[in-house]
Nanobody, 126 residues
Framework: QVQLVESGGGLVQAGGSLRLSCAASGRSFSSYDMGWFRQAPGKEREFVAA????????RYADSVKGRFTISRDNAKNTVYLQMNSLKPEDTAVYYC???????????????????WGQGTQVTVSS
């Protein structure tokens, strides 16, 4: 069992940056693949980025590739999402999630993730 708490969201102008954090409590954080997802009003939850349990592999949605960077610090039980060059279409509630399966390929499907945070709002103004 792991509990996830996101922070770092807020209001930013287009072109700006934010850094989201997701703090995990409970055992075995370092054994989970971690992902970031987002959900805009009226839309389905979508994959943003993910990182393997050991931190050696990452995946990104095409829409954020080159602008967002996911990282983790297993000593601090925290995963980060650095978001640069933000666009109004990045506006959403951002969720972090933990996948305990440790498969070879990091999953981009929300259904693969076992634990979720409560989300943090990111709003990008034009």
């Amino acid at each position: 069992q792991v509990q996830l708490v996101e922070s770092g969201g807020g209001l930013v102008q287009a072109g700006g940056s934010l850094r989201l954090s997701c703090a995990a409590s409970g055992r075995s954080f370092s054994s989970y693949d971690m992902g970031w997802f987002r959900q805009a009003p009226g839309k389905e939850r979508e994959f943003v980025a993910a990182i393997s349990w050991i931190g050696s592999a990452t995946r990104y949605a095409d829409s954020v590739k080159g602008r967002f960077t996911i990282s983790r610090d297993n000593a601090k039980n925290t995963v980060y999402l650095q978001m640069n060059s933000l666009k109004p279409e990045d506006t959403a509630v951002y969720y972090c999630a933990a996948d305990q399966r440790r498969t070879v390929i990091i999953s981009i499907r929300p259904s693969s993730y076992d634990y979720w945070g409560q989300g943090t709002q990111v709003t990008v103004s034009s």
